[in-house]
């Protein structure tokens, strides 16, 4: 064969069928001769989990943390016919009194005729907050601390291959909203709606929810497209104190640049999120780092800029280093903007940055993301468990 003149797609293709993929648990168990346990060949096996304990810095808050991230993958059908589902729980502790255990999952039943996703959160999260708009400069900022409940859970019906329609409940509970130091947030920000010091802001509401998605694997998108719509209302009927409605649009494209051979592929992320009414609290209008899977942002700290409206586009090039696939890297750039008091987008706020890809479980595709932003006025490191779109 090396005699013979090949082009170099069918190498590349030859090469990625006879060498064996690897990951992390690959090299524990050759490090620590630990062999695996023999299945037959009848047997499937249908649970991946991956683990991961750190202490890291916190590319959300600027500070130290120490948290540990489970992501069980796992098949409920067919797995010719039926996506690969997903749960994921990240028990946090952040050193400057931060923490929470959020819990969020993604189940396909069998042959993907519906599709269930849910989301948790039991928080105390002081944070700071620059006001409204993007032209606040960055000493601009006021740290306000609550205690916070999340409960999402969305039911989607398949309709026609790839394409679901469903509803939901969505709860957000922001309790003794405590403003630190001699003013408070509701100077700060001049907005009347969840500001109120030593008060609590709750919100209650249905969801109308629309879902096209090609992607067999979320924690690891191969080519395909994603696009979400949701439309959120809040009524007092169901308990919220104002009455108030959202809207939140994210589009996902996933472009294979090689047919065969390592992994190589760029990705295209958009979302555009507008709160629709006036009465919504103020911690619920649209936020840099707080869109449903609260990921945007790298290069940027969380929280930094926060509006009526929110447009947010990143680009990231996605590279095996190996070609048993254990190693990778990303490239990746994005851009957000809030609007001004006339809602009118005046300021674009760019970041970009590279990161590494260890491959911890290659059955169910989950990577270590070690990944570092930068932006005009700040930079993060972040780790994660899976890509972050």
Known sequence: MAQVSMPIADTAKRLNDTIPQ???????????????????????KK???????????????????????TTAGFYLGDEATTNLSSFTFTPYFNLKGRYGLPIRSNIWLNNNQWNIIGDT???????????????QPEYHKFLVNYNYVRFYQTVLKRIKPYFYAGVGYALDYYEDIESRGNDNLHNFTGYKYGTATDKDAFSSGATLNLLYDTRKNSI???PGVYANVSYR?????????????????????YVALTNSGPKNVLAFWSFYWTSLTPGTPYLNLPSLGWEPYQRSGRGFIQNRYRGQRL???ETEYRRD??????????????????????MKFAYWHPAGGTGLRFKFNK?????????????????SINLNLGETF
């Open 363 to 379: 059955k169910s595709g989950t990577n270590i993301a070690l990944d570092y932003g930068v932006s005009k006025h700040y930079s």
């Open 321 to 342: 280093i190996t070609r048993n696939g254990l190693l990778g890297f990303v490239l990746f750039t994005n851009v957000n903007s809030v609007t001004e008091s006339d």
């Open 233 to 253: 209302f809040n009524t007092r009927v169901l308990g919220s104190h104002t009455n108030w409605q959202s809207l939140y649009i994210d589009v996902r494209k």
């Open 311 to 313: 447009a947010y586009f």
């Open 121 to 135: 959160r039991l928080l105390v999260y002081p944070q700071y907050t620059w006001g409204l708009g993007g032209k």
């Open 220 to 222: 690891d998108p191969l």
């Open 47 to 69: 649970f991946y989990f991956s683990f991961l304990p750190i202490s890291s810095s916190d590319g959300r808050s600027g500070g130290r943390a120490l948290f540990t991230s």
């Open 22 to 44: 690897r990951d992390l648990i690959d090299i524990f168990r050759s490090v620590f001769n630990v062999k695996p346990r023999k299945v037959s060949p009848l047997e499937k």
